[in-house]
């Protein structure tokens, strides 16, 4: 059986249900202890300068393992240090959709580095119990589809969702891209797994990046998490039979 596509869930994670089949516990499985307590200014990565985001395939490894990706550090950054270095246009909220868990959806509508846009979806490290405290005290659910709901974040539950710290990040740009391309930023990754239809996943684990690559589409996501949790995260899933 070939593994499951992951598309759909970072857009649902994140950008509000925009697409379908990405596989739900590729973020969300095998959570981190939380943590509210900010990282020390020391170990966050200088701010970029002003209209100089970092390109997507800016991936790097520093020398105590944590990975640096779109201006963040992982682990260590919160979605407030995305905030303050990315723009002031960071969309929390709670989203439930279907039968998946109550998550917290964060994004930036609009990520532009390198000469590439597309949408950033950030994924926390909020523990079930603290998100359904938080939407017990959310203001009116807003229906997004049939299957979709959002709550907004009262005031003082918004700034303790802003200590939480990123867990993951995804990235959709927004153009079509070729495997040329792919190598040429990317370089040549270390394991390839086919996925659904012409769906091919393209693993980095050394950098906990891994990319799905949609070949007939030419439409790729990028996914981004902390080097030890690459494999239950990111490449475990993949080699589960698709249901």
Not at 54 to 75: C, N, T
Not at 151 to 157: E, H, N
């Amino acid at each position: 059986m070939k593994p499951r596509s992951p598309f759909g869930w970072a857009l649902i994670a994140g950008i509000a249900v925009i697409a379908a089949a990405f596989v739900p516990v590729l973020w969300q499985m095998a959570a981190q202890p939380r943590s509210a307590q900010r990282p020390a200014a020391s170990s966050l990565p200088a701010a970029p300068a002003a209209g100089r985001l970092p390109a997507p395939w800016q991936i790097d490894r520093d020398e105590a393992g944590r990975v640096h990706a779109f201006g963040l550090l992982l682990p260590g950054s919160t979605l407030g240090d995305a905030r303050e270095l990315l723009g002031v246009d960071l969309q929390v909220a709670l989203l439930a959709s279907g039968s998946r868990p109550l998550a917290l959806e964060a994004y930036f509508e609009r990520y532009s580095g390198g000469g590439v846009d597309g949408k950033l979806v950030l994924a926390t490290d909020a523990d079930a119990a603290t998100l359904a405290h938080w939407q017990g005290r959310a203001g009116k659910r807003e229906l997004i589809s049939e299957e979709a709901s959002r709550w907004r974040l009262d005031a003082a539950d918004l700034a303790e969702a802003l200590s939480t710290r990123i867990s993951g990040l995804s990235f959709l740009p927004a153009g079509r891209i070729d495997a040329a391309t792919l190598r040429a930023r990317f370089g040549e990754p270390a394991e390839v797994l086919p996925g659904e239809d012409s769906v091919r996943h393209w693993l980095y684990p050394q950098r906990g990046l891994a990319i799905a690559w949609d070949e007939a589409r030419g439409r790729a996501l990028l996914q981004v998490t902390t080097v030890d949790t690459f494999e239950s995260r990111l490449r475990a899933p993949l080699l589960q039979p698709s249901k």
